[in-house]
């Protein structure tokens, strides 16, 4: 615990009040992906590294590139998305004591987190996507040393009938570094990937031009599991080792190497994601949890989204 608490990148993650929103502060940091040296503790091992500096053959994760520039830091909201109550049914907000913001589409959402933006010079804020998810599970996965974040961290809220406040305390479980209710709960809409018809990968370019990107490449399709390997293609301007997309999976959970479970795209659809699982998904929910099946004009009691900022 000492060296994360010491460590510039982990040390710097910490909490903060941006218009009157419960936040989480996360610094830059640069990353590589490969396979442990010889000798090593991982020796053979897919293996993730981060650093606070760059260094030869690692990358900016692209959580922070906002419009072609590299940014200090982004901030990620404390709780699952609640409906403001000092402007309900316009903005969503990041605070205690309040249930999640549910039974909204996904577009809807999206309107919610980008209405905290104002003439006043408030910014930046909106759903968080794709990248940021991914920044948070890497810095997760390397400190508690796993991916299995039920077993590692906490259960969650995952063994329910219905959802609860967003820091009622087995939501408040499934926390990581002030970060509540990473999973379980409600899933979390998160914006930046989705997945056509054809199960073909589209993402936010990895320069912070929120532009989507057609991969070409084709996922899982039409066979739920367990998460075993992932995606690794890049192109000129993305590359999926920044986002844990699962590139297969298993029928048997102790076959699984992410602990957590994957529902594959739909044919004939375009699909969207959705995030950590909801608070009856049991073992199948968790940090990895993606949900690569419904349509950005579903809602549901189920589904609600998380705050982000740039």
């Known amino acids: 615990a000492s060296y994360f608490d010491n460590h510039p990148v982990f040390s710097g993650i910490k909490g903060v009040v941006i218009d009157g929103q419960d936040m989480v502060e996360i610094p830059k940091f640069y990353y590589k992906v490969g396979s442990a040296p010889s000798g090593s503790d991982q020796a053979g091992n897919k293996v993730w590294w981060i650093s606070d500096a760059p260094l030869d053959g690692y990358d900016v994760h692209p959580a922070f590139m906002d419009g072609g520039s590299e940014i200090d830091c982004f901030y990620i909201g404390k709780y699952q998305a609640v409906d403001d109550p000092n402007a309900s049914g316009t903005k969503a907000a990041s605070l205690a004591g309040n249930m999640p913001l549910v039974s909204i589409d996904f577009p809807t959402m999206q309107t919610r987190c980008a209405n905290r933006n104002d003439a ?184 609600g989204g998380r705050l982000a900022k740039v």
């Open 120 to 303: 006043s010079g408030v910014d930046g804020f909106m759903l968080w996507s794709i990248y940021q998810r991914a920044a948070i599970q890497m810095l997760a996965m390397i400190e508690v040393a796993g991916a299995d974040s039920q077993s590692l961290i906490g259960e969650g809220r995952v063994n329910q009938s219905s959802a609860a406040n967003v820091d009622a305390t087995d939501v408040a479980e499934a926390t990581y570094r002030g970060i509540v209710g990473l999973w379980g709960n409600v899933r979390q809409m998160c914006d930046g990937l989705q997945i056509d018809g054809n199960h073909i990968v589209s993402v936010w370019d990895r320069n912070g031009n929120q532009t989507f990107v057609d991969t070409g490449v084709t996922t899982v399709q039409g066979n739920d599991g367990w998460q075993v390997s992932l995606h690794e293609d890049a192109g000129t301007d993305y590359d999926l080792r920044d986002i844990f997309l699962p590139k297969s999976t298993d029928g048997t959970e102790s076959n699984g190497t992410f602990g957590d479970y994957l529902w594959a795209s739909d044919s004939g659809e375009t699909n969207v994601a959705y995030h950590g699982g909801h608070w009856g998904r049991g073992s199948l929910a968790g940090l990895f949890f993606l949900r690569c099946r419904g349509t950005a004009s579903n809602s549901s009691s189920k589904i």
